[in-house]
């Protein structure tokens, strides 16, 4: 995996100058999940950098999708991930070798955005039944396995 996509060359970006970023990338550069969080969508970078009084500006966008278990049914649910207007800014001072890997904030910023649980709908429609435990006779609704 090359990490190359997400470095920033601090020279380009002289007098005013704006790159622009557009990556869309295989989701494994956001590393190992816990159990049951997988990454089956691409991630949408996009956005654009450039320097200003000794200061690097990157304003980017994120997008993908992130599935995970229901808390409740285990069904797997689809949560968008939409970051907008995501700012991060570092002196130029502290560049070195000018360029700069926006790697790691993005992971960061990604992996926040994922929610500790999750139901479907955002309300299960197994909670009553489970509250009942499944008093109706059950074997309407199998689990599907995984
Ligand atoms: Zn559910």
Not at 7 to 29: C, M, S, T, W
Not at 59 to 68: D, G, I, N, P, S
Not at 71 to 93: D, G, T
Request: hydrophobic share 35%.
């Amino acid at each position: 995996m090359l990490d190359d996509q997400f470095l920033i060359y601090v020279d380009r970006l002289q007098n005013g100058h704006k790159e622009k970023i557009e990556l869309e990338l295989d989701p494994a550069f956001l590393g190992k999940m816990e159990w049951g969080v997988e990454f089956q969508k691409p991630v949408i970078i996009q956005g654009e950098c450039y320097t200003t009084k000794g200061e690097l500006l990157v304003h980017l966008e994120m997008k993908t999708e992130v599935t995970l278990p229901c808390a409740i049914c285990n069904e797997l649910v689809k949560h968008p991930i939409q970051i907008r207007n995501f700012y991060c800014v570092e002196s130029l001072n502290r560049i070195k070798n000018g360029t700069f890997s926006f790697k790691e904030i993005v992971c960061e910023e990604i992996l926040l955005d994922v929610p500790l649980t999750t139901e479907c709908n955002d309300n299960c429609p197994k909670r009553g039944e489970l509250a009942k435990y499944f008093s109706k006779g059950g074997g309407s609704h199998p689990f599907s396995e995984l």
